[in-house]
């Protein structure tokens, strides 16, 4: 065990300067380092995956790997921000609890299609800098 230990420590210190260091903002984030955009259903988009009609898409680094919520614009305020991401299971996870915030779905392939471009978007949301607020459609 100490040999192994020994190893890990020997490896860190032989990397580079800079590899193993990365910001505590993006492992534990705080206010300021959510980026967010306002979304809008299209007119006639079929495929909108949310109830409400619009809504802030968030990404923000948790544990150093983007993470991208879903706030719809409803009445009364959502008590908290929906996770959207293509793993269904720790999304579901995530969610517990919260209802009506995706539209009712035929199947996980429907609802992975519906959800996959707001996922993609939310994830080039997170390569803004942190504190950074969109407010169309500029991804």
């Not at 680094?61 to 305020?77: D, I, R, S």
């Not at 199947?107 to 969109?134: D, Y």
Request: aromatic content about 6%.
């Amino acid at each position: 065990m100490l040999a192994a230990v020994g190893i890990v420590l020997a490896a860190g210190f032989s990397l580079p300067a800079g590899t193993i260091v990365t910001k505590v903002s993006d492992l534990f984030p705080g206010a300021g380092d959510v980026r967010m955009q306002v979304i809008h259903k299209a007119q006639d988009e079929a495929d909108w995956p949310f109830v409400a009609e619009s809504g802030v898409l968030a990404c923000v680094k948790v544990l150093n790997k983007p993470a991208v919520y879903f706030v719809p614009e409803q009445t009364p305020a959502a008590t908290r921000a929906f996770e959207v991401d293509t793993d269904l299971l720790g999304m579901s996870l995530i969610n517990l609890g919260m209802t009506n915030v995706l539209k009712p779905y035929g199947s996980l392939e429907a609802l992975l299609k519906r959800i996959t471009p707001f996922v993609t978007m939310g994830r080039q949301l997170c390569a803004q800098p942190p504190g950074t607020s969109l407010s169309g459609s500029e991804l």
